[in-house]
């Protein structure tokens, strides 16, 4: 089992930068897909990023790609998520999401198949 923090969201003006951390608990970190997901109001979850046990792969959303990066960092259990130049279609609530794996390419999109999740951090971009 792994518990899922995130932090680092705020407000920020269109064209800046954040970044979020999603802190997990347990020992076993490095045997899990990391993910970030988001949603605005009214609409549904959509995924923004993941990145492989070992971080050697990434997928990402196309809306993000080119602004935003993720990374992971096993021996702090954290993965973070980068984000520059930031949109006012950027505000959400974003989430943090582990699929534990042994396979070690796995970075799918499907929420669904996500094992834990986070609480979430609310990001918001002002125009």
């Known amino acids: 089992q792994v518990q899922l923090v995130e932090s680092g969201g705020g407000l920020v003006q269109a064209g800046g930068s954040l970044r979020l951390s999603c802190a997990a608990s347990?020992?076993?970190?490095?045997?899990?897909?990391m993910g970030w997901f988001r949603q605005a109001p009214g609409k549904e979850r959509e995924f923004v990023a993941v990145v492989s046990v070992n971080g050697d792969f990434k997928n990402y959303a196309d809306s993000v790609k080119g602004r935003f990066t993720i990374s992971r960092d096993n021996a702090k259990n954290t993965v973070y998520l980068q984000m520059n130049t930031l949109k006012p279609e950027d505000t959400a609530v974003y989430y943090c999401?582990?699929?534990?794996?042994?396979?070690?390419?796995?970075?799918?999109?499907?929420?669904?198949?996500?094992?834990?999740w986070g609480q979430g951090t609310q990001v918001t971009v002002s125009s």
């Open positions: 347990g020992r076993t970190f490095s045997s899990y897909a």
């Open positions: 999401a582990a699929k534990q794996t042994w396979t070690w390419t796995w970075t799918e999109s499907d929420a669904a198949k996500y094992n834990h």
